[in-house]
């Protein structure tokens, strides 16, 4: 079983659609990372969480660290948003790695 | 205030050649970490350096793959007598004190070996 699991691997949208992914682990963590990348791009940080919910314009993201759940939600999406999102968990232990999920590639259609 | 900065963005070696990547912090990060993503696959965790010092390497492949960061100068990720199978997406990122303060991701370097 993966350290990481996030679904959907994909998911097709149409414009201004509440957008859900979600992301399980299974190992302690100190903190939660939310990362975007765009096709041929580079990566792009987009959350950092250790509790509770962090948003940042269209962008939600939660953690429940008892559940080991982390989500993160886009409100009324848009083609631009269209990107692979990866879950990146940061264990209690292993300081400064982190583990990735296999990211969930989105696509918005306008 | 740039961001983390890799350089190339684009490598292209032959089977053999020694392959050189580099990446400058942002400034005022003396935390670097290296990651590789290869075709097809998710992100992988490499090394981890400060300044002068590698504090976990436990990703890094045994052989021909080697990383440094100086006193001057970027971090230098060096991978000698490439093989095809070291063709991937390989970025840098970098944090002010340490992994708890967030990362800043650089574009990544694509290295192609032919």
């Known amino acids: 079983k993966n350290e990481v699991e996030q679904s959907p691997q994909n998911l097709t949208a149409q414009e201004g659609e509440f957008i859900t992914i979600n992301c399980s682990y299974s190992v302690g963590i100190s903190a939660l990372h939310w990362l975007q990348q765009h096709p041929g791009g580079g990566i792009v940080s987009l959350f950092m969480?250790?509790?509770g919910k962090k948003k940042h314009g269209r962008l939600i993201a939660t953690i429940n660290i008892q559940e080991k759940h982390s989500s993160l939600h886009i409100t009324a999406s848009h083609p631009r948003d269209s990107a692979v999102y990866i879950c990146a968990p940061q264990g209690e232990t292993s300081g400064s790695r982190l583990t990735f999920g296999e990211g969930t590639q989105l696509t918005v259609n306008p | 205030n740039a961001g983390v900065m890799q350089n190339p963005r684009h490598l292209v070696r032959r089977r053999g050649q020694e392959a050189r990547l580099r990446c400058s912090p942002m400034k005022g990060h003396s935390h670097v970490y290296w990651y590789r993503q290869l075709p097809e696959e998710g992100l992988k965790f490499m090394v981890y350096l400060q300044k002068e010092n590698i504090i976990d390497e436990s990703g890094m492949p045994k052989e021909r793959f080697s990383a440094e960061f100086p006193k001057e100068g970027p971090s230098i990720l060096r991978i000698q007598q490439v093989v095809r199978g070291d063709s991937a997406a390989y970025f840098c990122a970098s944090s002010q004190s340490g992994p708890r303060y967030g990362y800043t991701f650089g574009s990544g370097t694509r290295l192609t070996v032919v």
């Open positions: 969480l250790s509790s």
